[in-house]
């Protein structure tokens, strides 16, 4: 019953690429976020999705691009994978409430860009 | 200036010791802090959520959010070495903001 999940967790791939990570969550939350943490441990936000909308759209290369199928689901596609891409990145939900704003995070998706 | 200042560690302490962790900020309009833990090659798990200044316990862990000087703090009492991870801070503005601010983390070990 994992809460917050992405596949795949490893991905290796060659400069130029085009990859996918997808990331599902079953607790019912109205909006998920992309995060990209490089190797200082630093967690940069990069989209957020909020019933499917995008609200938060940081300054990053258009060679990113999220999907929301639905609110359950947010996936990340990059093209043209470059050598600085590589870095874990987590998916994360939260459900949107005058009071509350934690966020629950994925195990993550380790890409790295030969 | 960036917007949360955390001091990345490493810390390392004796088993059974009492730990200070902190993070100053500089934007006055958070109201929301959080603590969250995230061991070696997992994701980050919310510990403790607080909202504006005051105490909150939970069992071992004690956070504290002074909002006059704009610093928070995670106290850890009796550390074990399954306290052994990176704690990172992490704040919001709220009211309707949903973006976190976090902090670069501190990674802390806890020697048996």
């Known amino acids: 019953d994992t809460a917050v999940s992405q596949t795949p967790k490893y991905l290796v791939t060659q400069m130029g690429n085009d990859k996918s990570i997808k990331c599902e969550q079953n607790?019912?939350?109205?909006?998920m976020y992309w995060y990209k943490q490089d190797s200082k441990k630093f967690l940069k936000i990069m989209f957020s999705?909020?019933?499917?909308?995008?609200?938060i759209n940081e300054t990053v290369p258009n060679r990113f691009s999220p999907k929301s199928p639905d609110k359950a689901h947010l996936n990340l596609h990059i093209n043209s994978l470059e050598l600085g891409d590589s870095a874990v990145y987590f998916c994360?939900?939260?459900?949107?409430?005058?009071?509350?704003?934690?966020?629950?995070f994925g195990p993550g998706t380790r890409l790295t860009v030969t | 200036q960036k917007e949360v200042e955390q001091d990345p560690g490493p810390l390392s302490v004796p088993e059974g010791a009492i730990v200070s962790l902190n993070c100053t900020y500089s934007?006055?309009?958070?109201?929301?802090f959080m603590w969250y833990r995230q061991y070696s090659r997992k994701g980050p798990e919310l510990l403790m959520y607080?909202?504006?200044?005051g105490n909150k316990e939970d069992g071992r862990f004690t956070a504290q959010v002074d909002k006059s000087s704009k610093y928070i703090s995670l106290f850890i009492r009796d550390s074990q070495p399954s306290d052994s991870a990176t704690y990172l801070c992490?704040?919001?503005?709220?009211?309707?903001?949903?973006?976190?601010?976090f902090g670069k983390g501190t990674k802390l070990s806890v020697i048996p």
């Open positions: 999705y909020n019933n499917k909308e995008l609200i």
């Open positions: 607790l019912g939350h109205d909006t």
């Open positions: 994360a939900s939260s459900q949107a409430r005058a009071w509350s704003y934690e966020q629950y």
């Open positions: 934007n006055s309009a958070f109201q929301y």
């Open positions: 607080t909202y504006s200044s």
């Open positions: 992490a704040m919001s503005a709220g009211a309707g903001s949903y973006q976190l601010t």
